[in-house]
């Protein structure tokens, strides 16, 4: 039977995905299609759904940072957002109400709460695949959005803990304290594992361990994979692990949607329930885009970051099973959220799609809903005294910036993306501003000088070396741009995108280091030869 579901999950997420739209969708629709061939889920499937959301769980505790969460404009607009977000459908449920469906039969003010709470979480899912196809994770609006998810996860872990059947033991006092205990030791395996299957492997063990903990003591398995992940999330290493084990979380999810699918297909009631609360995304982003601009936060960035947190979240889905299993819920509300849940990420992957022919036509409502000052970092960054940029301040980026220097003082800058790298370059009396190449409101918002002469790209990535070219090509056409490439076929890759001088790092400092052995060599034999010539009566 697992083998007929998974090959219908991949046909049909392969299929939806095909028309842009995530493949969780595929997954669900899958289940349904089963469901309605008398399938039901299995033991295994259940095991993996459950292990999917383990890991769902300890990857957000490995990217949760408190500096992320520090900003008003995030705990803020997030804190709102929520009260928001959880009544709009509170109030549409109790409209509902006449129509007398069963779904609202013993549907009391605390079960509506429940559900608005569900439905109050957007889609780290669909927010992180919107964020790579814009390349907009860097900027401001995509960290308030990274933000904003993780606030809400941590909502929805609480509610998941008060959930929890039986009372915690006295043991559970220990527990947390004791996960930041063995943290050095932890660390220490981390940095010994490799880059490769280890890593992933120890944080399988790691997430697992930590829900099986907390469990016996009395506390939710999830609950525990949360703060296993965030003992971790101080280490180096911490975001290579959460993004190895990204497609493996990705991967174990599939049978979480697909058991919520082989449930049944929902009956007509679910099916107008769930059209009326995908009715109201409109309202909600409209919403967010207003308290994001009493932040003084750009109109730009609110609506992007609106987009960007549109779709419902498929952790309302797993709040939803909790609720249903603790008896807080009947068991058509997960039809019902899981419908919901799918039928947004279609409404907003079209959105996605369209943001910026969206933004060019409501340019000017935005503008009028912001308020001034703007925040010093969404405000217009002031670029134009520079005739030469550098985007990547790393070693290459800083050995370009000190070389130009020389020829053409006063008049470069640097540009890097990570906020402490910025800071040791201004302690070193380098011009370096914050700001990424690839997050197109940084150009949008900064104020360049028409006549720049040289772009340098000296990123890490060719991917976002290439993606500067396109960006400096739409904004500065007249500007020369020099990039840096690590293999042969990524030198012809950056001609074609527009640059104009490009090296291959690694085939060149072959060269230099062979040139520099050639010259050791030569230089010794003629020291020997001398000493030779010395000795000679």
């Known amino acids: 039977m697992e083998i007929v579901a998974l090959g219908a999950a991949f046909v049909l997420g392969f299929v939806v995905s095909r028309f842009g739209v995530a493949p969780l969708v595929g997954y669900l629709i899958a289940g349904y299609l089963l469901a309605a061939f008398g399938f039901e889920s299995s033991d295994l499937l259940d095991l993996v759904a459950d292990l999917g959301v383990l890991l769902l769980l300890f990857a957000i505790g490995l990217k949760l940072t408190v500096r992320s969460l520090k900003p008003n404009y995030v705990w803020g607009s997030a804190a709102l957002f929520a009260v928001v977000g959880t009544l709009l459908p509170v109030a549409g449920f109790f409209l509902l109400q006449y129509i007398g469906s069963e779904l ?166 679910v099916i107008v329930v769930a059209a009326v609360v995908i009715a109201l995304l409109p309202t909600r982003s409209i919403a967010l885009i207003w308290l994001l601009t009493r932040f003084r936060l750009r109109g730009r960035t609110s609506l992007h970051t609106a987009i960007t947190l549109s779709a419902y979240s498929e952790f309302g889905l797993v709040v939803t099973v909790a609720a249903v299993a603790s008896g807080l819920l009947t068991e058509s509300w997960v039809q019902t959220i899981g419908l919901t849940v799918a039928g947004s990420f279609i409404v907003a992957s079209v959105a996605n799609k369209y943001r910026y022919r969206f933004y060019d036509k409501v340019f000017p409502q935005l503008r009028r809903l912001e308020r001034h000052p703007i925040i010093p970092e969404d405000a217009i960054i002031d670029l134009d005294s520079a005739r030469i940029l550098i985007f990547g301040m790393g070693r290459v980026g800083t050995g370009s910036y000190d070389e130009l220097v020389e020829h053409r003082q006063g008049r470069i800058i640097g540009v890097e993306r990570e906020a402490e790298l910025v800071s040791r370059h201004q302690e070193s009396g380098r011009v370096v501003v914050r700001g990424d190449a690839l997050d197109r409101g940084f150009w949008e918002r900064a104020r360049l000088h028409p006549e720049v002469e040289l772009v340098v790209a000296a990123m890490s990535s060719h991917a976002a070396n290439l993606e500067c070219a396109r960006r400096v090509r739409e904004f500065l056409p007249r500007a020369k741009i020099a990039a840096v490439a690590q293999f042969r076929d990524q030198v012809a890759d950056l001609h074609e995108a527009g640059v104009d001088v490009a090296r291959n790092l690694y085939e060149e400092a072959g060269q230099a280091l062979a040139g520099d052995a050639v010259h050791f060599l030569q230089h010794r034999e003629d020291e020997e030869d001398r000493q030779g010539d010395d000795v000679r009566p």
């Not at 669909?126 to 900027?139: G, H």
């Not at 004791?178 to 944080?203: Q, S, T």
């Not at 959460?242 to 949607?257: H, I, P, S």
Request: aromatic share 10%.
């Open 104 to 269: 609202f039969a013993d549907f009391d003010f605390r079960s509506a709460l429940i559900v608005g709470l569900a439905l109050s979480f957007s889609s780290t899912v669909f927010a992180v695949k919107a964020l790579e196809e814009t390349n907009e994770a860097e900027s401001i609006g995509g960290r308030i959005a990274i933000g904003i998810l993780i606030l809400q996860d941590l909502v929805a872990v609480a509610f998941l803990a008060s959930t929890s059947g039986t009372p915690p033991t006295v043991w559970a006092l220990l527990v947390v304290p004791g996960f930041f205990a063995v943290k050095p030791l932890l660390g220490w395996v981390i940095d010994r594992a490799g880059h490769g299957e280890l890593l992933i492997l120890f944080g399988f063990v790691a997430a697992i361990g930590a829900g099986a903990v907390f469990d016996i003591v009395g506390l939710k398995s999830d609950l525990g994979a949360l703060v296993a992940g965030y003992a971790l999330s101080g280490h180096a290493r911490a975001h290579e692990m959460a993004d190895q084990m990204l497609g493996v979380k990705d991967l174990l999810l599939v049978g979480f949607f697909l058991s919520v699918g082989l449930l049944g297909a929902p009956p007509v009631e």
